[in-house]
């Protein structure tokens, strides 16, 4: 495989194989595309096989797959007979399975991957919260995998295990927060999104819901917005002890999601500091191939961040932060930008399976 820009950058350390093979589970859909696109110039993980519902199994994948995304289907992927989502289905020596499920199925689906000895990478809401799975942004919390070395400690470390990403919002918003939490501790916080309508799949909201109008997301997003923060920015097992209120709203942008955050955080920090904070901040997770340098990309422009201009920092895996100001009711507040279906979905669960690797624990 030609060398990527990221792996120039990122030479592969030695305790890392040439090549290691994963699945996509629900590779037709809008995040499994985004999978099979990173994972076609991986530097080190490699696309073994595509899976999806039975209306895809046994089709082509350039077949059965509605390409959505700009350029073309990576031919080697777009030649791939698509598996259902069966472990018994998948190629001997594939360990790792990145999901990209609908929620309304993925729950049983991953059980059964995690009883099979898989390590599941899931992007759905379904596990979560649980308390034995862990809800990691590399840069953020890879300490969390503690979890992970626990259960293994327990007796059974050739057992599957669920390692999940957060939602697509809860990613940006705890990674524009750990920096400022670290230093001073949020006391309550007020989330609002702008959310693109890729968030919803393929085909997603009908034309007529979203053309030339604005709506309340119809789902629990805020609900997971509520929750997940605290548990990413707690210690493993104890979720952080802070309240936050949540609204989300689906606009006519086609990717990235813009958040407003207002915080009240323990030191009032003036907005010059918090931007300091922000700017310095290179994370916690080792080198790895996914992750960019900067992590943050600040803008000192009124109008940003903008998903016209902003989505694509760091390759859709930066954020861009902007408009840190005084809030006069809860202290600060700023904006963040984050690409949805790369840090917030796809790039997320492949940023995990290579901390994953990288740790050797697979
Ligand atoms: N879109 C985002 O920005 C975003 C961000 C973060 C997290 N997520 C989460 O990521 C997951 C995927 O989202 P998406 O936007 O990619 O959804 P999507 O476009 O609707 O794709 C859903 C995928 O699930 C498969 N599927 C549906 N029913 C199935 C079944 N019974 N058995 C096996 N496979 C089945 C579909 O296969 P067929 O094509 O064969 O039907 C398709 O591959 C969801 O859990 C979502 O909440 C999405």
Redesign the pocket.
Known sequence: MAPTTASVANPRPASVPASVPVAV??????????MVQLLAKHPWLELACV???????GQIYSA??RW?LPGQCPPRAAGMR?L??SPDQIPAGVKIVL????????GP?EDAFRAAGFAVL?????HRMDIDVPLVIPEVNPDHLALLDRRQTDGDPAAGFILA?P??CA?PTAMALAPLHERWPIQAAIVSTW??V???????ESAWDMVGSVHPHP?NEEQKLTQEPQKILGLPGTPADFPISARCVRVPTA?G?LIGIHARLKGDPSPTDAAEALRTWTGKAPPLPSSPRPLVHLSTQRDRPATRFDVDAGDGMAITIGRIETCPILGIKLYVLAH??IR???G?AILNAELLVLTRRI
């Open positions: 589970l629900g590779a037709t859909g809008m995040v499994g595309q985004r899976a999806a519902s039975q209306r895809s199994a059965a797959t959505r698509v259902a989502c999901s990209a499920l609908d929620s309304a199925v993925a689906i899931s992007n759905a809401a379904n990403n939602n697509c990613i959310q693109a890729s968030g919803a799949g393929y085909p997603g789902g990717e999601h949805n279906t917030g979905a796809a997320a």
